[in-house]
Every structure is written in structure tokens, then in C-alpha cells.
């Protein structure tokens, strides 16, 4: 299992990034999968989830109305679009998928500028 993430960045309040995380090494439409982040001197917290298939997501109350999460079982992708975005935002996100155990991305920087 290998999951890849991408399109981290710097980006000023009130703007927008999309993640991209890559599944590969496992049956990826099965899985549910997650979005996690890490902010300095802080715990690991999730962001965001979806089911298989796509049909239920979960989204913490932080991020709730701001952040979109999808997925693309063909491309074995999935993004997390983030909009109006906060300095609170600034974090490592990780990609996570649990498959017989946990699977982590080495995570994508994201820093949001006030």
C-alpha cells in the first residue's frame, strides 16, 4: 500500500488549495479513507472522510462548509478541496487509508498566511 499526497502549498486567508492523495498497492474503491493534519505542537487531528463508494463523508467542525472532500475510484485519487482558508488551517496533511492495518502519505505542507 502506497498513498501519495500533493498540492500543498502557501496561501494567503481566504484562499483556497486542493490536496491530492494517490492510492496505490491495494484494492483502492474498497477502502474508506481519511484526511488528517498535524499542526505544530499539536496531535494529529482528522480532517475529513469518505466512505467507499463515496456516498458518506465526515467532516470535523473546524473545517465544516470550508473543506470538500471527494474521491475518483477510477484515477484512485482523493482530494480534499479547502476553501476560505484560516492560519489555524496550517498543518501537515496526511492521507490515510486502514487496510488489514494503518496506512499513512508522508504528508503534504499546507501554510496559510494572515
Known amino acids: 500500500v502506497q498513498l501519495v499526497e500533493s498540492g500543498g502549498g502557501l496561501a494567503r486567508a481566504g484562499g483556497s488549495l486542493l490536496l491530492t492523495c494517490e492510492g496505490s498497492?491495494?484494492?483502492?474503491?474498497?477502502?474508506?479513507m481519511r484526511w488528517y493534519r498535524q499542526a505544530p505542537g499539536k496531535e494529529r487531528e482528522l480532517v475529513a472522510g469518505?466512505?467507499?463508494?463515496?456516498?458518506?463523508?465526515y467532516y470535523a467542525d473546524s473545517v465544516k462548509g470550508r473543506f470538500r472532500i471527494s474521491r475518483d475510484d477510477d484515477r484512485k485519487t482523493m482530494t480534499l478541496r479547502m476553501t476560505s482558508l484560516k492560519p489555524e488551517d496550517t498543518a501537515v496533511y496526511y492521507c490515510?487509508?486502514?487496510?488489514?492495518?494503518?496506512?499513512w502519505g508522508r504528508g503534504t505542507q499546507v501554510t496559510v498566511s494572515s
Open positions: 490515510y487509508v486502514y487496510v488489514r492495518r494503518d496506512y
Open positions: 469518505i466512505s467507499s463508494g463515496g456516498d458518506a463523508t
Open positions: 498497492g491495494y484494492s483502492f474503491r474498497t477502502y474508506m
